[in-house]
């Protein structure tokens, strides 16, 4: 007797259901948290005791703290610097880094797997033809490291048109979690510093990051045709 998943048609309902499911459950926490949240995200006093909840809950704060790392890489819609921000404050600079990079690897890993059952038609047409250079095999890695690098570009549109580039999965993951590291460092130093009541070391930070970011997206386009010029050389 065949499994009641075994049909491609099965599993392209199944994976169409878990990343909606996983999306309005992520919608839904937002809205009926949206008064913490943003008190979090605007009060000091509200950081600190969000950050003292979590710290005391132990490893089940931890695993709170991933899984809500993995909300946002899934749910697009939400901003990550909060969360990495959030990650220094509770786990300093290093121990938030490896916090957020678990959480964008097991996000990453699910998007990946959901799109792959939902084959490409899942995909706006436009997302393919706009990043058409990355089914250049030979130049594809070097383009993602370069697209996933740079602050501002869209990388949640790149997760999850990942399943349909000439790049291996395990090649895939790496490239993107890697070549986030420094922006997720950046973040995660500054929140440790806001943390401990350092203003300096956010501000410069933040003003370098958001230049950077502002560049490289009202750059996009000429970043994207260069990359395109580059496919055809």
């Excluded at 899984?67 to 121990?95: K, Y």
């Excluded at 130049?139 to 790149?158: E, I």
Aim: glycine share 10%; with cysteine; proline share 6%.
């Amino acid at each position: 007797m065949n499994h009641p998943l075994a049909s491609p048609r099965a599993r392209r309902w199944a994976a169409a259901a878990a990343l909606l499911l996983v999306c309005l459950a992520g919608g839904a926490a937002v809205l009926a948290f949206r008064d913490e949240l943003w008190a979090i995200l605007t009060s000091q006093a509200a950081r600190d005791q969000f950050i003292g909840w979590v710290q005391s809950k132990g490893i089940w704060g931890i695993l709170v703290f991933l899984a809500l790392q993995i909300l946002q890489v899934v749910v697009a819609v939400l901003p990550g610097e909060p969360v990495e921000l959030m990650a220094g404050a509770l786990f300093g600079p290093v121990g938030g880094l490896l916090i957020c990079l678990a959480g964008i690897l097991l996000g990453s890993m699910f998007i990946y797997a959901a799109m792959k059952l939902l084959g490409a038609k899942a995909v706006p047409a436009q997302a393919f033809h706009k990043y058409r250079f990355l089914q250049d095999e030979q130049r594809a890695r070097r383009a993602l490291y370069l697209l996933f690098f740079l602050p501002g570009t869209p990388k949640d549109m790149l997760t999850y048109i990942g399943p349909f580039l000439p790049v291996k999965p395990g090649e895939f993951f790496f490239i993107c979690t890697l070549a986030r590291i420094p922006s997720v460092v950046t973040s995660t130093v500054a929140g440790s510093s806001l943390a401990d009541g350092g203003l300096l070391v956010p501000i410069v930070i933040f003003v370098v990051m958001g230049a950077l970011g502002l560049v490289c997206l009202y750059g996009e386009q000429r970043i994207l045709d260069w990359l395109h010029r580059r496919k055809e050389t």
